[in-house]
């Protein structure tokens, strides 16, 4: 009697494990490997993406379209795939989902040269320019010690020194709109584009596959262990 009553929990058992859990186990290593693969093609992928919004932006005659369409197709590529990237910050070594920080630096000291080209302009305009005096001074100090430092226009601690010496000078509402005013905030220059957890991607539909096999293989373990114990419990009621 008790071996009738084991045949039909025994044949289910047969056809839930008619694939072993080895065999599952050697393909979801497979799939983690292909998987890491996809996502280091990503990231190479992402990381010329944004090399080249780097190059568009360090050629001297980059126009502002070259550069928005450079960064448009890093965005458009980061938010449709899973991308994974190591950064520093403040000296700490992170993990993030996206493209870290894409800081634009030329077009930032163009837009500031620009800035003090009309300052120097003005300072050397004192009659339509009743803060060429400020600007004189300023250009003085400041180019003697880029002269002695070596700086090289325009140097961004020559941009620096233009803001410092500025600051010195009290508060009106001319200088309100004088170059401390003009010269964009670094911040408006600076990007990083978010990369989902997961998206339908090549990569992302293996890394669901694979998430789907470990839980077919946990579950068999799970079903496997309750079986046992079923066993176990009619062997004693036998």
Known sequence: MGGAKRRKPHQFHKKLFAVKNWQLILVLILLLFTAATMLRLDHIRMTH??????????????????????????????????????????????????????????????????????????????AT???????????????????????????????????????????????????????????LYEYEFASPYWYPCASGLVILLCIVISFIVILRILIWCGYKLLIFIADRRT
Do not use: M
């Open 49 to 126: 993406l944004r090399e080249a919004v780097l190059a568009a932006d360090a050629k001297e005659d980059a126009t502002d379209a070259e550069i928005i369409d450079a960064l448009n197709q890093l965005k458009e590529f980061t938010a449709r795939h899973i991308v994974v990237d190591a950064v520093e910050e403040n000296g700490v070594n992170k993990i993030v989902f996206g493209t870290g920080r894409v800081v634009l630096a030329n077009s930032y000291y163009r837009k500031a040269n620009e800035v003090l080209t009309r300052a120097q302009s003005a300072a050397d305009n004192q």
């Open 129 to 187: 320019n009743p803060n060429g005096n400020i600007y004189r001074q300023v250009a003085d100090i400041c180019d003697a010690q880029g002269r002695t430092n070596g700086w090289v226009y325009p140097d961004p601690r020559y941009i620096s020194c233009w803001q410092n010496e500025l600051a010195k000078f009290p508060a009106s509402d001319d200088l309100q709109s004088s170059i401390t005013a003009q010269i964009p905030s670094a911040e």
